[in-house]
């Protein structure tokens, strides 16, 4: 439904990964490398998918991650997405790249809100940055630390004369598709309204663009995440860990949870995925610093696998973008919804009573050992 309603070029953002894309097909081939473990006649009534995050409830171990641009997909996406998030009762995390001011999307009723932040070379921009979403009540601060220099992807090149200039064949392509045109770009391309007062003056999306690549520091280093840790006063996550060594030093700068990611196969092609890392990365952190994943997720039996496997939430990103992209807010409910159900019956048919109850007794890497 998506992708029949997208133009090629906005498809392909959801769905492109860098250079060879072998990372993108890794995050999902992994899945197969891990084979649950039924127990029978356990009784299981109904299935309790509730757990705890930072000591507070949420109704799924989901949480909807930072994507930039959804109101590119759908008009006003971040507000369908936060809508749908706070619905579902799972936190949603706004991306700095969006199309929405945090403080409109931290009004949501009943929402848990997280702030993804990228760490510019103006410091001063990104003490603003945190200080309005303090002032917010942001929950949590989700710095992405994976991307100090933006992935190199192939069908931009293809897609793209320069930075935000689409081919003439795209330009075309895209008149077939009038739904999404009388939806989104009748209005106007969306802007990036949380770096409006950065910006240079005038700039337009492309230059806008380009601006914020630019500014995004090559040079971030731990220090940096505990020069965030000395001024943010809520929960932080650093979002692109991928080995045990980093999960340690996370954990002494003061970080709260990590999130073990390879920003969905869209940066450094031939990373491993993230959930062939966390049965080793669980067997040392578990409980000592919290553990989220994402990367390659679509069903609700690859949740079960990473909760097995020592998982305290898992991020969804273009899960719930298919759903935006053909519905809006009713798609992203909708996407939500699915999950749910196949999370139930896969704990159901597992023998397992509620999320708490999993382990990686339950999990079995394949080929058999």
């Known amino acids: 439904m998506a992708h029949r309603r997208l133009p090629a070029f906005a498809a392909e953002y959801i769905e492109g990964g860098a250079e060879e894309e072998l990372t993108l097909a890794r995050n999902r081939a992994v899945f197969d490398q891990f084979s649950l473990a039924p127990r029978v006649l356990q ?3 109904s299935a309790d998918l509730s757990t705890r995050l930072f000591g507070v409830p949420t109704r799924l171990p989901i949480v909807i991650a930072p994507t930039g641009f959804a109101g590119l997909l759908w008009r006003h996406g971040d507000r369908a997405l936060a809508n749908a998030a706070a619905r579902a009762g799972v936190p949603f995390t706004q991306s700095i790249a969006s199309s929405a001011r945090l403080e409109d999307i931290a009004t949501t009723p009943d929402l848990r809100h997280w702030l993804q932040l990228y760490v510019f070379r103006d410091r001063q921009a990104v003490r603003t940055i945190v200080d309005r979403a303090a002032a917010s009540g942001c929950e949590a601060l989700v710095v992405t630390v994976d991307s100090m220099t933006y992935g190199k992807r192939d069908w931009d090149a293809r897609g793209y ?13 895209a008149l077939r598709h009038p739904r999404w045109i009388g939806g989104v770009l009748r209005h106007g391309i969306p802007g990036f309204e949380n770096l409006y007062d950065f910006l240079p003056k005038g700039a337009g999306f492309a230059q806008s663009a380009s601006w914020a690549r630019a500014q995004v520091d090559p040079a971030l280093s731990w ?8 001024i943010w006063p809520a929960k932080l996550l650093a979002k692109g860990i991928a080995c045990s060594a980093d ?3 996370a954990l002494d700068v003061g970080v ?13 092609d031939g990373a491993s995925p993230p959930l062939a890392v966390l ?4 067997g040392e952190f578990k409980g000592r610093i919290g553990l989220v994943v994402d990367s390659g997720f679509r069903r609700g039996a690859d949740i079960v696998k990473a909760l097995a496997l020592g998982a305290d939430t898992v991020m969804l990103g273009r899960a719930a973008l298919y759903g935006l992209a053909a519905a809006g807010e009713a798609g992203v409910s909708r996407a939500m919804d699915i999950l749910e159900d196949e999370i139930r019956r896969t704990l159901t048919l597992l023998g397992v009573a509620s999320v708490s109850e999993l382990n990686a007794g339950q999990v079995s890497r394949w080929p058999f050992s």
């Open 43 to 45: 009784s299981v009534e």
């Open 161 to 173: 004369t320069r930075q935000g200039a689409l081919r003439l064949e795209l330009k075309l392509e």
């Open 223 to 230: 220090d940096d995440i505990a020069w965030l840790r000395s």
């Open 247 to 249: 999960v340690a030093r």
């Open 256 to 268: 709260d949870a990590v999130v073990l990611s390879n920003h969905g196969g869209r940066q450094l």
């Open 279 to 282: 049965p080793e990365i669980a």
